[in-house]
């Protein structure tokens, strides 16, 4: 099929978060989606931020910060912490607070899985920072792990699309990564 | 609930993508899923790719690299371009390669959505590149489109989850993003 040309503003699926760092002198949360892992040892997660937000000068100002994965019952509390800055609103009083290892990494205890993160490198670009964390620890509800690992069929995870601006939730498990491509290899030249 | 402590090992589900870059004198494509958009102006987007990888190699040699989005009927041969390396495979001999604006931006005609990017900045971690390119132009099939953007109901991108390392669909539409926390927003002191 012939393709069509479409303009750069396309996201794929990404995972929705509620970034925890302190702001104003209390605990904030922002809602951020455009978050990837970018390494393994140590273990490296990262967060695009825009300049504007009381958040990315919390992460700088404390070098710490979480990322807590909302469920889709809390999806009005999530979006309401995208539309209100934390300048304006005590975002952290719509949820139960709790702290980990890391001090100045405030967690959301509604959520079912939180990462918390100590600031590892800070990448400035024009109008957003790649704030990198290096994860010091997980903190999940009990009932969402299954071999002691957490489990997506039990907490839900929500994801973000634009331009659309859409969440969903996850859907069907189609195959197994690093294996369902085992048979084409075995055909493959050596 | 009380939160039980977990190792850093963890990884939201994140999109699954064919990173494409000149490599060995010719296409070459990797599956990866550490991906995420991390700048609006210009628009940019960034994929964390392992040192030991050819295609950081082709990507730092030509400056240039495509990233397409394979559906579920893709997925036996993306899992394969995460098993192999371009060294080893001429694993563009799977899939019709097209080019677009970018030169050295091969990318994949059975994937319904494309972006093609020239590098931005290259982040060096301890064991991974963070590539950051802008997004020159996205190429889609015309039958994935609802008003003219790329509909995640019509191209079914693949997620990924890890440490459980399981390749998913998308679900159910759960509400609208800068919308859902609209009634919270009403409520708050002004």
Redesign the interface.
Known sequence: ???????????????V?LVGAMGAGRPNFMAAA???????????I?V?INHRQLTGQGIRESGAFS?C?PG?EL??????????SGR??DKAA?FDV?F?EVAAAPMI?QCP???EMTLF?A?D????T?F?GE?????????I??G?????AKYK?????????????????????????????KG??Q
């Open positions: 099929m012939e393709k069509v040309r479409l303009d750069p503003e396309i996201l794929p699926p990404m995972p978060t455009w978050v990837t892992r970018v390494g393994h040892k140590p273990p490296l990262g695009s990322l994965l889709p999806v009005e509390k999530t979006d309401y912490c995208g539309l209100v304006k609103a719509l709790f980990g205890r899985l939180c990462l490198q990448v670009l024009p109008h957003h790649f990198i994860i010091k620890a997980g903190w999940a509800d009990g009932d792990l299954t002691g690992k957490p489990d997506v995870p929500l994801l973000l699309t634009m331009p659309d601006n859409r969440y969903w939730t996850l859907g069907d498990h189609v195959a197994d990564a690093w294996n369902a491509g085992k048979a084409l290899k493959e030249p």
